[in-house]
């Protein structure tokens, strides 16, 4: 927790008092000049990534925030963690934690709606400030790091006490202020290299270092568009949306899930989420129930979730998928008429 002195009534630890005081589990504030250096570290890490440039280019804003923004003076940063949810066992090691709990824009979780509170606070206080809850104002690890709210590991995920499994926001505001934090977590084991020989795809090639273009994540979300012709398809296993083996393998992840909280909406959700169904889903479903919530898709991108779905019929082939492959071979979408003909095929279906 974030060291808190209850006798000052400065700016700075009202807002620590009432970050806390709303559930999130740490809050610093940097001056915007203690993001120097992000920049440099971008740059290092497109050039070690080959290829990786495009992906890249939208970090470019985070980069540059301050021409965006040149009232900004200081960034408030705050973790709050999301390893008390339940994950239901039929998704359970098939759709990512960070995309089943995501809290960014549920305006049905109380940490989005704390985090809308909090926003007002600030404003009340007289502050000028903003914030972009679904992919961050700056640089967000880099940001927690400075105010010293934790460390960022080999796997490339910021950590707090409660692991990886965390949640950073950030907002810019126009007094500056500072209120660091220290952090007491230990650095990596000096010769651990589980996340790296773990990674299905070797996107984690190094440490620190990550090329998103072979992540499964960015291949089964926003990503991947032609799997038939993946070369690492193959290598996703059980993944249909999202990946979390790096951080599954950390030892400093061990015992870090709780998982005794239900998220709201997540368990009547879970059914709809089976290979099988996903297969099966509407439309109609997918626009006002999946969609909202795994935003990385959008509204007409059903098929991509049918493909990745087709994708893991493949990789966990049994013969109790062939009806549902075989329906799929009629599918409206091309995408997931080509898919589906490809597993047919590398299986023997007719």
Sequence with gaps: MSNVNFSDNSMENQIQRKALELGYEKCGIIPVDMMEGYGEKLDERIEKATGSGQFYQGQKRLKNFQEQYPWAKSIIVLTVPYSQYKVPEEISGHIAKAYLFDTRIDEQAEEYQHSQLLEN????????????????????????????????????????????????????????????????????????????????????????????????????????????????ASNFGDWIYGCDICQEVCPMNQGKWKGDKDFPGVMALSPYLTAENILKMDESYYQQNVQPKFFYLSQDELWKWQVDALNFMDNRYQEHFNSSILEACESKYEQVREMADTVCKKHGLT
């Design 121 to 232: 606070h600030l404003k009340e206080l007289g502050l000028r400030v903003e914030t972009n809850r679904k992919f961050g104002v700056v640089a967000l690890r880099w940001a927690a790091m400075k105010a010293g709210l934790g460390i960022i590991r080999r796997n490339n995920f910021f950590y707090t006490e409660s692991g990886s499994w965390i949640r950073i926001e950030a907002f810019l505001t126009d007094q500056k202020m500072e209120l660091l934090q220290q952090t007491t977590l230990p650095a990596c084991p000096k010769h651990c290299d589980r996340c790296i020989k773990a990674c299905p795809t070797t996107s984690l090639c190094e440490a620190y270092t990550m090329n998103p273009l072979s992540c499964v994540s960015f291949l089964t979300t926003f990503g991947g568009r032609d799997l038939p012709n993946e070369p690492m």
